[in-house]
C-alpha cells in the first residue's frame, strides 16, 4: 500500500452498514484451530500498514511487528519446550505451544516505549495494544481469522530473550492469522449497564 499524501484531507467517515456487521460479529479465533490458507505476502503487507493506522501519542509509533512463518515458529516451539518442562506447570505449558506452531502466520507485535519521554509509557503501551486490535480488523477484512494471545512465553524472560526482545520491551501480543473451517462460537459479553455510567 502506498503511503497516504499528508498535504492532502482525508475523506470524511460514511455510515457502513458492512462495517457494523463485521464489527457485531467479531470474534477471535481458536489459534489452534487456524489452517491454510493464510495470508498472502502482500496481504501482510496491507494487514500491517492498515494495523500502523493507530492512536499514537505523539506520533512516536512505539511498536515494531516480528512477522513469523511456520518454520521459524516450528523451531521457536521445540526450542521453547525445554523452557516449558521447567515450568510449575510443565504439562499445560508445554502443550500451548502448539497454538504458537500451527497457525499458518504469525505477527508477533512487540512493545517499544521511549523511556523518558513527556508521552507517558502507560499510553505508549495502549498504542501498541490498539495495533493489535487493528491488525485483527485489517485481517478479517480481507477474509482471514486472527487471534490475539500472549500465554507464558511472552512473560518468561529467557523466552522473552529467544524472541529478540531487548531491555524495556514487551511482547503485546502474538497475533495468529489464517483460516477456519468453520465459524467460531460466540462467547459471553459484558452488559452494558454493568460497564457504562453516562453523565449530563
Known sequence: MTQTDLSA???LPVASAEMVAR???RRSAPAQSLIA???SCSEVEQILTLGARTPDHGKLFPWRFVVMGPDGRADMAARLTALAARQHRAEKDTKVLAKLANPPMTIM???SPIHGHKVPVWEQQLSAGAVCMNLEHAADALGYSASWITDWYAYDPEATEL???KDGEAIAGFIHLG???EGPLERPRPH???KVEYRA
Do not use: K, Q
Request: proline share 19%; no cysteine; glycine share 10%.
Open 9 to 11: 484531507p482525508l475523506p
Open 23 to 25: 464489527l457485531a460479529r
Open 37 to 39: 490458507p493464510g495470508p
Open 109 to 111: 507485535v512487540v512493545s
Open 163 to 165: 524472541f529478540g526482545i
Open 179 to 181: 483460516t477456519l473451517a
Open 192 to 194: 452494558l449497564n454493568d
